[in-house]
Structure formats: structure tokens, C-alpha cells
């Protein structure tokens, strides 16, 4: 019932920006926590950052500290990760999930968004 769709991604040169977008239906995102991981080829999935349902905490991985920021509109319904300072390490497909079950894991996820980042 709970659906994410992810958007935003791309190919961008190395210090550049890109803005990921995921688009939440079936539920209130405003009664969801959620969370962005990336996944790159040869490699476990990565924790990005997440943001609790109050939307008064958020926390981020070590990788990404100080270059991302997730925040959330309520009206759209959509959260968003806003991406500073690429760099070719970050090349990834984007995943975002929601804690629709309220167990602190995040259990729906959408298809991904792939973002590139060139040298």
C-alpha cells in the first residue's frame, strides 16, 4: 500500500550537485521515518541518511557528513536528498525506504534512482 518512488538522479562532473527527490504514497509521510542507502557495484548497501516520523532528528554516514542534507514537505508529501560536492565515490544507485511497520527498519523501498559522478 505504502509506496516510494525515487527521482533526481544523473551524471554530473565531480564537485557538482544533484537533488534526489522521493515521492511517498499510501501513508502520511509526516507518520514515517525514513531513510536514503546507495548501493554500488561490489558492494553492501550503504546507510546514507535518515529522518525520523516527528522530522526533528536526522542522521547521516560517516562518507556523507557535511555534503548531504535530507529534509522533508509535508504538503508534497515527498523527502529529498540534496547532494553537495559529488564526488566520483559517490556513484551509486539512490535507494529511499520507509518504516512503515514502525519497528526502527526501514521495510519498503522504491526502484532507485542511479547517480553517476565523473573524474
Known amino acids: 500500500q505504502v509506496q516510494v518512488i525515487e527521482s533526481g538522479g544523473g551524471t554530473v562532473q565531480a564537485g557538482e550537485s544533484l537533488r534526489l527527490s522521493c515521492e511517498v504514497s499510501?501513508?502520511?509521510?509526516?507518520?514515517?521515518?525514513m531513510g536514503w542507502f546507495r548501493q554500488s557495484p561490489g558492494k553492501e548497501r550503504e546507510f546514507v541518511s535518515a529522518m525520523n516520523r516527528n522530522g526533528d532528528k536526522t542522521s547521516y554516514g560517516d562518507s556523507v557528513k557535511g555534503r548531504f542534507t535530507i529534509s522533508r514537505d509535508n504538503s508534497k508529501n515527498t523527502i529529498y536528498l540534496q547532494m553537495n560536492s559529488l564526488k566520483p565515490e559517490d556513484t551509486a544507485v539512490y535507494y529511499c525506504?520507509?518504516?512503515?511497520?514502525?519497528?526502527?527498519?526501514?521495510?519498503?523501498w522504491g526502484p532507485g534512482t542511479q547517480v553517476t559522478v565523473s573524474s
Open positions: 499510501g501513508r502520511e509521510v509526516t507518520t514515517l521515518a
Open positions: 525506504g520507509a518504516d512503515v511497520t514502525r519497528d526502527a527498519l526501514f521495510d519498503n
